[in-house]
């Protein structure tokens, strides 16, 4: 059995977890700095490095307690090194190869989306073919895996990220940091009444979200303009719809085509309550086995990235101290 303990960093939360063998979890600590950084309106990368260096060495401690460990009984240490803030991502590889040489064990780089991706294998292991809707604050993407680790991209958005339009959107509506749980929460008290557009209803598998999210703002303006109040309940719900509507749609259509034996969702927009009905009931009429990640494994956390790293252990990835941070990175 191998035990790896792994470290995520890559933005505002520090966490750490203990993950057996890709599929047991036993241990994790999220250690959020969410407070902090809504005073400012959205996440400061300056002082979300500072935290992660104040945090670390306390989340190392809880997460052993937690899993009743010592660091000797550790088999491998695991980090993401990208992609996401640079400072913030060099504090946990700091960490991880700190331990990875002072206890010599091995040193496994993860990649933050392949950890959500492995979220699910920690509900259900995963089966192949099957294909992955990555939904986050910085990725849209549509991913088809034939075998552990091997990751095709079939699409992925053109411009803003699903999570980013979703905050930007939040913020024309004077909704607060973090906007993308508090639009999905007014949009279910609200109606589908405004003239939104459908974001690129073609053929292919890629997705536009800056228009849709334009129209937004268009539309608010004119009705400011126009001396009439918003209503954000219902903007709020005639956007998720849209948003929910072609999601569901272009990835249903994906895995249909490809026969796939699962259809996974990853990255903190599987957290949004309008995508996971919808998704489910689509899933439901055609016949598809879905996979969710429970919501604390949706947003960040390292459990994830203990998962993910089991494999990329088993195909032999390993890095030396030389391993550096990458803000941005191809998934592979
Ligand atoms: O995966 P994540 O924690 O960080 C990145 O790797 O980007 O995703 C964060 C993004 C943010 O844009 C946040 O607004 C969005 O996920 N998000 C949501 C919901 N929960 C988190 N968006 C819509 N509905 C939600 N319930
Ligand atoms: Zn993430």
């Known amino acids: 059995m191998v035990k790896i303990l792994a470290i995520e960093t890559s933005c505002d939360e520090t966490s750490m977890s203990v993950i057996e063998d890709g599929t047991k979890e036993l241990g994790t600590v999220v250690l959020s700095q969410m407070d902090t950084h809504a005073l400012f309106g959205g996440v400061v990368p300056e002082i979300a490095s500072r935290m992660h260096i104040e945090n670390i060495t306390i989340v190392l401690e809880e997460t052993l307690k937690k899993a009743n460990l010592k660091l000797e009984d550790i088999d491998a240490f695991a980090v993401t090194y990208g992609p996401g803030l640079i400072g913030s991502l060099l504090v946990g590889l700091m960490c991880a190869k700190t331990l990875a040489y002072v206890y010599n064990k091995p040193l496994i780089p993860v990649h933050h989306i392949a950890g959500h991706i492995y979220a699910n294998n920690l509900e259900k292991p995963l089966e192949f073919p099957l294909l992955a809707l990555v939904v986050s604050g910085g990725h849209t993407e549509l991913v088809y895996m034939k075998n552990h680790y091997n990751f095709e991209i079939l699409g992925s958005t053109l411009d ?85 509507e072609i999601l569901t749609k272009k990835t249903i259509k994906a895995a249909q085509k490809l026969n796939v034996k699962h259809l996974i969702v990853a990255g903190g927009v599987a957290a949004n309550s309008g995508l996971r009905e919808r998704l489910t009931k689509a899933c439901k009429q055609n016949n598809i086995d879905l996979i969710i990640p429970n919501l604390k494994r949706c947003t960040d956390n390292a459990a994830m990235i203990g998962a993910a790293a089991y494999y990329a252990y088993k195909r032999g990835d390993r890095a030396d101290l030389e391993l550096n941070a990458k803000a941005s990175l191809p998934l592979k």
């Open 160 to 244: 803003d990220a699903v999570g980013e339009a979703y905050d930007k959107v939040a913020r024309v509506l004077n909704v607060p940091y973090p906007g993308g749980p508090l639009v999905d929460k007014l949009a279910h008290q609200g109606k589908d009444t405004y003239d939104l557009p459908l974001p690129l209803n073609d053929e292919s598998y890629n997705f536009s979200f800056s228009g849709l999210k334009s129209a937004v703002i268009n539309l608010v303006h004119k009705e400011k303009q126009n001396n009439r109040e918003v209503i954000r309940e219902d903007m709020a719900c005639s956007f998720q719809n849209r948003v929910t």
